[in-house]
């Protein structure tokens, strides 16, 4: 996330038209009048994950703002008609998004399926609650996609929904997704090398929004906490108060923000317990702009884990050094701004 402040959930819709495919065709929309697919998408990092497996067999379109909360969204009217028209609309799941789901049910064409991709491939025994995401609320956190593994399972569970929804495009869809995926892995193993230069017992993050619980489980980061409670608030002088003493005693270097939700209560823990503080990291918020390689999931956590890597004391060669422009495949979604 970055530019906006906290803002708003979701969406509305209107009108369609859908011809249905034909027995080893690929799907007809004749809202795109082109014969490709529409895609609606809800958060930035999603939308180019599967601009990466669609590449130019569909219309690709976010729906949430980049820059804003995607847990609070508010969708304006205009949603409507892009959700009217579209043959599939991924969301993240996991509680993410319930408003929008909603209104996408209410409003889709009868063709259009609507998936959420968190939710498909999380189950529920996995799935984790917290400080911001507590049990007795029900809803998991939701992040997977700041675990480069989870990511993995995305792009193949939404190549193999375009297959099902156009099954001509089979081979197109599995050859970026597996592009796609190679990628992801050379990530991994960058990370897997670079993270073993945090000195000792200093792999813990302290993060104020809570956007990195199911990375810390896969790679055996501690998640000290999140400052942020769940109701998108600050946290009360008493949790802060119980936040300084737990810094000191951990020994936590740098405290992580997030650019979406600036934060003077991180600044003032900071400057209590001698910690750096770092506000820049990203939840869903892609670095650069629209048509530029960085602009991307790549991108986005290219950037998140080097950050993270040096700011725990660390070196982040070769995360920096993996390539984030995908040589095969021209990322051309709308993303809202």
Request: a negative charge.
């Amino acid at each position: 996330m970055s530019r906006s402040s906290i803002s708003a959930r979701l969406l509305g819709g209107v009108l369609a038209l859908s011809l249905l495919p034909t027995a080893g065709c690929a799907a007809v929309s004749a809202a795109d009048g082109t014969g490709r697919l529409v895609i609606a998408v809800s958060v930035a990092p999603l939308t180019s994950i599967v601009s990466a497996v669609v590449g130019d067999r569909g219309r690709v379109e976010g729906i949430v703002p980049e820059g804003t909360n995607s847990h609070t969204f508010e969708p304006a009217p205009s949603v409507a008609k892009l959700l009217s028209q579209a043959d599939l609309v991924f969301l993240n799941g996991l509680g993410l998004e319930e408003p929008t789901a909603r209104l996408a049910e209410a409003n889709r064409k009868p063709a259009a399926k609507i998936v959420e991709v968190g939710t498909a491939i999380l189950p529920a025994d996995q799935w984790i609650f917290d400080f911001s995401f507590p049990k007795e609320d029900g809803k998991p956190n939701p992040h997977l996609w700041t675990d480069p593994t989870y990511v993995i399972r995305y792009a193949r569970f939404i190549a193999d929904t375009l297959v099902e929804r156009s099954p001509a495009d089979a081979t197109y869809f599995r050859s970026n997704a597996d592009r796609f995926i190679a990628s992801v892995d050379r990530l991994i193993a960058a990370l897997r090398t670079d993270q073993e230069t945090v000195p000792g017992d200093q792999r813990r993050l302290l993060t104020y929004h809570d956007a990195y619980a199911y990375f810390g489980r896969s790679f055996q980061w501690t998640i000290v906490g999140a400052v942020q409670p769940r109701d998108f608030s600050d946290p009360a002088p008493r949790d802060v108060a119980a936040l300084i003493d737990q810094i000191r005693a951990a020994r936590v270097p740098t405290i992580f923000g997030s650019e979406v939700f600036p934060s003077n209560v991180l600044a003032e823990i900071g400057r209590a317990t001698g910690a750096r503080y770092e506000d820049t990291l990203r939840d869903d918020d892609l670095p650069g702009s629209p048509g530029q390689p960085e602009h991307s999931w790549l991108g986005l956590m290219r950037y998140n884990l080097a950050t993270m890597i040096r700011g725990l004391g660390g070196t982040a060669t070769n995360v920096d050094a993996v390539p984030v422009a995908q040589t095969d495949v021209v990322d051309r979604a709308v993303y809202p701004q």
